[in-house]
């Protein structure tokens, strides 16, 4: 998976961030590398990413199975993080991706066990951007993936313990809903059971 080349005098202003550092204990091994439609889920959530030119860096947070997931999986196009504390939780994970961006205006952020997020959902998260903080996609209003952080609650991320990701500054007027419908499936696959459902 390969991008254009960003040109050295353009400044990156929104990066992307995919989660992708736990162990899978459910699913019973490293859901990264199930395969979806003959490749692994996280190369469907790096495709979607790819895909939306506005969005560079992307940086692929890894922590267990690392070696594994390096080896098996076409992470091409994207920055590669292991993050040494991942059993702390995705807190540690979120960390260890801002640490890699850089100076970014924003960051969007997606999960690897979540195929079906669309670059169109992605792209339409990052239209969403206006005064507030943050924007948070939603589903029949249920918060979900993808979401936006900008510069001001990067720098809170540092604060966050635990395995809730950015819940914590999620919370407030300065967090602008988004409600995608049926624009796209958030199907997390935490099972074999959940990934053969989906492939039926």
């Known amino acids: 998976m390969t991008r254009p080349p960003r040109a050295a005098e353009e400044a990156p202003e929104v990066g992307g961030i995919i989660l992708a550092a736990g162990e899978g204990r459910r699913f019973g091994g490293p859901k990264q590398l199930a395969l979806l439609d003959g490749r692994p889920l996280i190369e469907h959530a790096l495709q979607a990413m790819l895909a939306v030119p506005a969005i560079d860096p992307v940086v692929v947070v890894l922590g267990a199975h690392a070696d594994r997931i390096r080896a098996e999986a076409d992470l091409g196009g994207a920055d590669v993080v292991v993050c040494a504390d991942w059993a702390d939780g995705q807190s540690a994970s979120l960390q260890a991706g801002v640490g890699v961006l850089g100076d970014v205006e924003a960051a969007v952020i997606t999960l690897a066990d979540q195929p079906f997020i669309t670059p169109q959902v992605i792209a339409g998260v990052l239209e969403q951007r206006g005064r507030q903080l943050a924007v948070r996609a939603t589903y029949d209003g249920r918060p979900g993936h993808p979401v936006l952080l900008e510069r001001r609650l990067l720098d809170h991320v540092s604060e966050l313990e635990g395995d809730i990701g950015a819940r914590k500054l999620l919370v407030g007027p300065h ?26």
């Open 175 to 200: 967090v602008r809903p988004w409600e995608v419908g049926r624009l796209c499936d958030p199907t997390d696959i935490d099972t074999p059971e959940r990934l053969q459902e989906v492939q039926s």
